[in-house]
């Protein structure tokens, strides 16, 4: 697996390797591979997401001024 993918790119091929899984077309070994694979480009979005959400700042107009996102 590339060191780099983009969101986009580790997605399509989470995607892509649930629909294989899905299709049942593979024996129980290509299955275990192929959940091991989709468990890794889940792991790459979400480190992704995390590391966007650390990066969103909220704009407060009344004093002009921003601060780090925090949802709770």
Do not use: W
């Not at 889940?42 to 704009?59: F, G, M, N, S």
């Amino acid at each position: 697996m590339p060191d780099k993918l983009t969101f986009e790119e580790a997605l399509a091929k989470l995607e892509s390797t649930v629909d294989k899984i899905r299709t049942g077309n593979c024996s129980l070994q290509e299955s275990i591979a192929l959940y091991e694979e989709s468990v890794r480009y889940y792991e790459v979005c979400e480190a992704i997401l995390k590391e966007a959400k650390q990066k969103i700042e909220l704009y407060k107009p009344q004093t002009g001024t921003t601060e780090a996102y925090d949802e709770h």
